[in-house]
Each structure stands twice: as C-alpha cells, then as structure tokens.
C-alpha cells in the first residue's frame, strides 16, 4: 500500500511540474469568429552614455545616440534625465536634449555633478536619434555624462 501511495505522489508531482504557465499574453478569448489576443503592456528604459563634451567660447559641442530598439507598438515616455559630469573649472552652460520628434528642451546648467530632469518629452515615442548639445557661457565647459529615457509601452 505504502509503494503504491509513494507512486501516486511521484506522479502527481511530475504532471505538475510539467504543467506550462500561462501568462497575460497567451490568454484568449473567443467569439463568434474572432480570437481576441490579450493586450501586453508594461514600462522599460534605455541608457545612453556620452563622452567627454568640450564647448568653447559658446560654440555648441553635439553628441548624437540612437535609442536602439523599444519594446512595444505603441510607446510613451514618462521621464528624461540627464546626469552630467563637470570638469573642474568648467563654465556654465546651457544644456540642450533634443528628442527623436525634433522637440527640444533647454536648461541653463552649473558648474557642480548634478542630474536634470526634462518634463518636455512626456508622451512622445522614445525610438529614434537623440542629441545633448552643450553650450558653455564662458571660455570653456567640459561635461561628461549619461541620459536615462523611461518609458511605458503596449502591444
């Protein structure tokens, strides 16, 4: 009796084990004659680093990055920031992002590490070229840095 109760247990055991999950994605719902695929959504983000930026006696320095691929059809981005690196002795300066739209946002920036968050961009789609463009308000400002885009997606 004990062998056979062990081997209902071991068996029981396998079958769930082997047993797939299902997730929001795969589940379907029918009608008459369609299948309705459960929408997919959630957030993400990419990073992008920039090196060294030299802008002297306010010639604007540019650096251009691609986003790389977005998850989703539909994307939405929630958050910009900008986490600049300042040499010592650096001036002032302003400090543009451009977004693949071609909208643009300014801020004058100081001369301490700091990270800047642009509003400007909320609800546009995250995929495409970007470019930071530092202008220095001095003879020069040398800025480093990187730029985290946040963003909520859908299928």
Same mark, same amino acid.
Request: aromatic share 10%; charged share 15%; proline share 2%.
């Given at each position: ?6 081997? @209902? ?14 997730? %929001? ?8 004659? #369609?299948?309705? $695929?459960? %929408?997919? *959504? ?7 680093? @920039? ?11 540019? +650096? #251009?990055? *691609? ?14 920031? $900008?986490?600049? +690196? $300042? *040499? ?20 004058? %920036? ?7 968050? @642009?509003? %400007? @961009? ?34």
């Amino acid at each position: 009796m004990k062998r056979k109760l062990s081997l @209902f247990l071991v068996l029981t055991l396998l079958c769930t084990l082997f047993v797939m999950p299902v997730s %929001a994605a795969e589940v379907e719902s029918h009608t008459e004659d #369609q299948v309705v $695929v459960a %929408a997919t *959504s959630g957030s993400s983000y990419f990073n992008k680093s @920039f090196n060294t930026v030299n802008s002297i006696n306010g010639n604007a320095a540019v +650096r #251009q990055f *691609s986003s790389g691929s977005c998850l989703g059809n539909t994307r939405s981005i929630t958050k910009v920031s $900008v986490t600049c +690196r $300042v *040499s010592t002795g650096s001036s002032r300066y302003y400090l543009t992002v451009v977004a693949p739209s071609g909208n643009s946002s300014t801020i004058l %920036a100081g001369t301490n590490n700091t990270t800047y968050t @642009f509003t %400007a @961009f909320n609800g546009e789609d995250p995929k495409g070229d970007w470019y930071i463009i530092v202008e220095s308000l001095g003879a020069v400002t040398t800025v480093s840095g990187s730029m985290r885009v946040e963003y909520n997606y859908s299928y």
